[in-house]
């Protein structure tokens, strides 16, 4: 839930013509993280299967 929440804020951000750029660079970067941070829970909850 947060992910897409970062996702519609920056979108409305990014829309907006004055927005701040420096917002943005960092909401991005923040949703870069817990996209990582996603992943990494799982490749932990996978079972690692041979092909």
């Given amino acids: 839930i947060e ?3 970062l996702d519609f ?3 409305r ?10 917002q943005l660079r960092r909401l991005k970067k ?3 993280k ?3 941070a996603i992943t990494l829970l799982q490749v932990q909850v996978e079972p690692d299967v041979p092909a």
């Fill in 3 to 5: 992910h897409r929440d």
């Fill in 9 to 11: 804020m920056i979108d």
């Fill in 13 to 22: 951000l990014a829309s907006d013509p004055s927005h701040d750029e420096l």
């Fill in 30 to 32: 923040r949703r870069l």
């Fill in 34 to 36: 817990l996209k990582d």
